[in-house]
């Protein structure tokens, strides 16, 4: 008989508990990995809040994962147990227009490993060997489990194109909106504010290489970031998705400018003011996920050393108390919290 296999599962923010299914069994072209990290992600706390658009309650979570693998079967040999890797967690068809044009992370079939498939916040789990990357040499397990959450900033900054000598606004300083501000500022951002309401949150943005932190809520908000970038941004990053947060960037923005939308946005309509969208000539944009060529990037990122890890990574905590990883992550002053199956 197989070993029990621990694996968590939320049925609300407040109802998140451990089951025992048998230890999978890898299937052709699948790894068998044990995993050793894995970050609660916002999209986490959301679905458990029953808020999230896109993530049905109960499920079973997981997506930024760290692991070793342990099996593989057949078509999966490139792999050899103790391995160490990162899941990539988009599951595409392959065979639809945006799959073809190499666009898979807006599949028209997408699920998401650890979203709308059972994740790996377990102690053992099986993937598409296709699904992974190997750690590189050197990186550590918690330097690791910040690829998957790098990698989505590093993907929405590309599609604002060469960044160099523009100026950007972040609105929001939470872990994805850190993690945009250290994407932007790589790719050649002159001049970079943060938004946000928590004043710790803002002083932590500026640690981490922001010009400027600024409260989100204050009424002259435009007129300091103008102070601040030297005029309007060429570049908005809404990390916020809400519809207070839009108006701000569509006030934030220079004419001509870009919006790009990286949050997660409440399901229903968002109130946008078309008339100045028209007239000064601003592109909306929305961003998801990440490629493979994304995840390398961050990789590098990390590996250079332009992440720090001990501001982004804020609390772990073991797999039995998942639970309380949940209830850390909303707190705003924590940034990344990460659940540990084996020490880190």
Do not use: W
């Amino acid at each position: 008989m197989s070993q029990p296999n621990r694996r968590v599962l939320v049925r609300s923010i407040d109802d998140i508990t451990l089951e025992e299914v048998p230890a999978p069994v890898p299937g052709d072209d699948e790894l068998l990995i044990r995993s050793t990290v894995v970050g609660v992600c916002g999209s986490d706390t959301h679905a458990a809040l029953g808020h999230h658009p896109f993530i049905d309650l109960p499920y079973r979570p997981g997506h930024e994962v760290v692991g070793v693998v342990t099996g593989a079967g057949k078509g999966a040999e490139d792999f050899a147990p103790g391995d160490r890797v990162i899941v990539e967690p988009n599951l595409y068809c392959g065979e639809c227009a945006q799959c073809r044009s190499g666009r898979y992370n807006i599949c028209e079939q997408l699920k998401v490993f650890g979203c709308q498939t059972p994740g790996g916040m377990a102690d053992l789990f099986t993937i598409p060997a296709d699904r992974v990357h190997r750690v590189p040499e050197g990186m550590t397990d918690l330097q690791a489990a910040l690829v998957e959450p790098l990698a989505t900033p590093v993907h929405a900054v590309a599609k604002a194109g060469d960044l160099s000598g523009r100026t950007v606004a972040v609105l929001g300083a939470g872990p994805i909106g850190l993690l945009v501000l250290t994407a932007a500022r790589h790719a050649g951002a002159a001049r970079i504010v943060v938004t946000d309401l928590l004043d710790t949150k803002r002083d932590r943005a500026v640690r981490l290489g922001a010009d400027a932190g600024l409260p989100a809520d204050a009424a002259d908000l435009t007129a300091q970031a103008h102070v601040a970038l030297g005029g309007p941004a060429d570049v908005v990053f809404d990390c916020v998705a809400r519809e207070q947060s839009m108006a701000q960037a569509i006030d934030l923005v220079a004419k001509g400018g870009q919006i790009i939308v990286v949050g997660v946005g409440a399901p229903g309509t968002t109130p946008i003011r078309l008339d100045l969208v028209q007239d000064r000539e601003i592109r909306i944009e929305g961003t998801l996920m990440y490629t493979a060529d994304d995840y390398r990037t961050a990789m590098s990122l990390i590996t250079s050393g332009a992440i720090a890890t001990d501001d982004i990574v804020t609390a772990t905590f073991p797999l039995e108390d998942a639970g309380k990883a949940f209830a850390a992550s909303l707190d705003p002053e924590h940034v990344k919290v990460l659940v540990t199956m084996t020490e880190a």
